[in-house]
């Protein structure tokens, strides 16, 4: 009986390799999959973009394992994240809470069109729910929101400022 398929451990080999290969392409390849952690938002995942009108933008991305990615500028606008850190547990629960009060699964926010340059994109998931929506203008629907998000951001500079001297008298 004649095989199409030669089976020598060459050919094997380098077919798994080319398989292996295409399952990498699929999938993003493992230098970009990240394992995500446990669920710590009750599958709840937030993206916040904002506009300030003269082409300052922001990112934020809260991951249902707590994780808060950040990236600005242009790398906002063309969504790759330059900085990821943990969120606390009483800064999921805030979001959380702030989401529920102001019911922004349900209902449409308020936008003050003040300022009217600045502009926040919204994207809600949870099981079973998705949401979008933007509002123009600062306002009780998103300031008290962005400010929670973007305060834990900061975390981002702490490495640098722990390599910064303390201020006082310095040493000549």
Same mark, same amino acid.
């Given at each position: ?74 790398? +906002? ?19 959380? +809470? ?75």
């Amino acid at each position: 009986m004649m095989h199409l398929i030669d089976r020598s451990p060459a050919v094997l080999t380098s077919l798994a390799a080319l398989l292996l290969f295409c399952l990498l392409g699929l999938t993003g390849g493992c230098a970009s999959s990240r394992i995500a952690g446990p669920d710590v938002t009750g599958g709840v995942t937030l993206e916040l973009f904002v506009d300030r009108g003269d082409r300052s933008y922001a990112l934020y991305l809260m991951e249902t394992d707590g994780m808060l990615h950040f990236a600005g500028g242009l790398d +906002a606008y063309d969504r790759e994240f330059t900085w990821a850190g943990p969120l606390t547990d009483e800064e999921v629960q805030q979001v959380l +809470a702030f989401l529920d009060e102001h019911d922004l699964w349900h209902t449409d926010p308020v936008s003050t069109n003040e300022p009217p340059e600045n502009k926040y994109s919204v994207k809600l998931r949870k099981p079973g729910a998705r949401r979008s929506f933007v509002i123009v203008g600062d306002g009780p629907d998103i300031s008290p929101l962005y400010d929670l998000i973007e305060t834990a951001s900061r975390r981002k500079h702490e490495e640098f400022m722990q390599m910064m001297p303390e201020p006082g008298e310095q040493p000549h």
